[in-house]
C-alpha cells in the first residue's frame, strides 16, 4: 500500500485566499483525522471521521474551517478565507478500527503558509 | 479526560549514550500508551505502543518502554545512541470508548552528538 497520501505537500498563499488540502487514507481504514502542527501549540486535533461522518469536530478553530469526506477514500480541509496565523504543518492519518490500541498511519503533512 | 505530560522538551545525548524520554500519563480508566517518531520534513511514525499486554513493550530501531502504573509512566530508553536517531519524539494515549482517537503529548525533540 502507498500509505496516506496528502496534496500539495507544500502550499503558498496570500492572506484572504481559499485553501484546499487533501488526502486519501489508507485502502480499509475506517478512521480519518486532521492534525495542525505548529511551534505554538504542537500537535492538535482538529477533526476526525468514522465511516466517513464527522465524529468530532471540536478542535477545528474556527468557521473559516471546514472539513469533508464524501467517500472512504478522499477527504478535504478547507481554509476559507486563509489567514497568516494559518500557517502550519497539516497531517492526516488514518487507522482501521475502533480499538483504541489501533495504530495511526500518517501522511507526510502538507507545509502551508499563509502570506 | 486522559492526558500525557512529557518531561523535558529538549533531550541532548552523546552517540553511543543511554537514551531517555520521559512521558507520564494521566487516566481514570486504563490506558494505551504510545510512542511515536518524527524526522524532519515526515509524518509521526509509530515506534512501539502497550496495549495491556507485557508491560515491557520493544518496539522498532532498538527503542523499548516500560508501562509501569504504579508510577503512572511509559518511559522511552534505547541503550545506544545513534546519529539517526535525531528526532522529535511524541507520547500518545488512548482509552476504551474513545474509538482510536489519541490525545498527544508537546514532544521531546532529541538531539545525539557525535
Known amino acids: 500500500d502507498a500509505g496516506v497520501i496528502q496534496s500539495p505537500r507544500h502550499e503558498v498563499t496570500e492572506m484572504g485566499q481559499e485553501v484546499t488540502l487533501r488526502c486519501k487514507p489508507i485502502s480499509g481504514h475506517d478512521y480519518l483525522f486532521w492534525y495542525r502542527q505548529t511551534m505554538m501549540r504542537g500537535l492538535e486535533l482538529l477533526i476526525y471521521f468514522n465511516n466517513n461522518v464527522p465524529i468530532d469536530d471540536s478542535g477545528m478553530p474556527e468557521d473559516r474551517f471546514s472539513a469533508k469526506m464524501p467517500n472512504a477514500s478522499f477527504s478535504t480541509l478547507k481554509i476559507q478565507p486563509s489567514e497568516p496565523r494559518d500557517s502550519a504543518v497539516y497531517f492526516c492519518?488514518?487507522?482501521?478500527?475502533?480499538?483504541?490500541?489501533?495504530?495511526?498511519?500518517f501522511g507526510p503533512g502538507t507545509r502551508l503558509t499563509v502570506l | 479526560a486522559q492526558s500525557v505530560t512529557q518531561l523535558g522538551s529538549h533531550v541532548s545525548v552523546s552517540e553511543g549514550a543511554l537514551v531517555l524520554l520521559r512521558c507520564n500519563y494521566s487516566s481514570s480508566v486504563p490506558p494505551y500508551l504510545f510512542w511515536y517518531v518524527q524526522y524532519p520534513n515526515q509524518g509521526l511514525q509509530l515506534l512501539l505502543k502497550?496495549?495491556?499486554?507485557?508491560?515491557l513493550v520493544k518496539g522498532i530501531n532498538g527503542f523499548e518502554a516500560e508501562f509501569k502504573k504504579s508510577e503512572t509512566s511509559f518511559h522511552l530508553t534505547k541503550p545506544s545512541a545513534h546519529m539517526s536517531d535525531a528526532a522529535e519524539y511524541f507520547c500518545a494515549v488512548s482509552v476504551q470508548g474513545s474509538g482510536s482517537r489519541l490525545t498527544f503529548g508537546e514532544g521531546t525533540q532529541l538531539t545525539v552528538n557525535p
Open positions: 492519518a488514518s487507522s482501521n478500527g475502533a480499538s483504541p490500541g489501533s495504530e495511526q498511519f
Open positions: 502497550y496495549t495491556s499486554a507485557a508491560t
